[in-house]
């Protein structure tokens, strides 16, 4: 895997953008076109961009006034597309588990929620039952007490 720079990263740090939403959609487009191109020969690389534009959405986002719908749709339209990406990428399990790491804590700081759709692919970036079964594992607890009858709200 090659040293590579990506134009988007520096586009994305916290607050970068005003309350306007056009120009966050034009640099959401730019930044997924740049990792589909990057995709095609090097997939493993395409990956850890995507990863990394999911981790800097939100806190780049936070100012941005989403009330049209236009921003709400570029990111779900982004992580639809970029999604497959991560997927795709043929990496060991050590690492896939790092990004779904990685992945878990951009959802769990995800405060306006931008990426929640994240959560809707989370077995499929799973890629394999071994993973998908250590992550169950992981939300089990957590599962368990929400559909526990003793919680509050219930009964």
């Given at each position: 895997?090659?040293?590579?720079?990506?134009?988007?990263?520096?586009?994305?740090?916290?607050?970068?953008?005003?309350?306007?939403?056009?120009t966050?959609?034009?640099?959401?487009?730019?930044?997924v076109?740049?990792?589909?191109?990057?995709a095609?020969?090097e997939?493993?690389?395409a990956?850890?961009?995507?990863?990394?534009?999911?981790?800097?959405?939100?806190?780049?986002?936070?100012?941005?006034?989403?009330?049209?719908?236009?921003?709400?749709?570029?990111?779900?339209?982004?992580?639809d597309?970029?999604?497959?990406?991560?997927?795709?990428?043929?990496?060991?399990?050590k690492?896939r588990?790092?990004w779904?790491?990685?992945l878990?804590?951009?959802l769990?700081d995800?405060?306006?929620?931008?990426i929640?759709?994240?959560g809707?692919?989370?077995?499929?970036?799973?890629?394999?039952?071994?993973?998908?079964?250590?992550?169950?594992?992981?939300?089990?607890p957590?599962?368990?007490?929400?559909w526990?009858?003793?919680?509050?709200?219930?009964?």
């Open positions: 895997m090659s040293a590579h720079k990506w134009q988007f990263a520096s586009r994305f740090r916290r607050h970068a953008f005003g309350w306007r939403s056009d966050p959609v034009q640099r959401i487009k730019e930044a076109s740049e990792i589909k191109q990057v095609r020969k997939p493993v690389l990956a850890e961009g995507a990863i990394t534009l999911l981790e800097k959405l939100s806190p780049a986002l936070e100012q941005v006034d989403s009330s049209s719908g236009a921003l709400g749709s570029a990111v779900n339209k982004a992580i597309t970029l999604v497959p990406i991560i997927i795709k990428a043929d990496v060991e399990p690492l588990q790092r779904l790491e990685r878990w804590q951009a769990q995800d405060e306006m929620p931008y929640e759709l994240l809707d692919y989370w077995g499929e970036l799973c890629v394999t039952p071994e993973l998908a079964s250590r992550w169950a594992d992981e939300f089990m957590v599962v368990e007490s929400v526990s009858l003793n919680a509050s709200g219930h009964g």
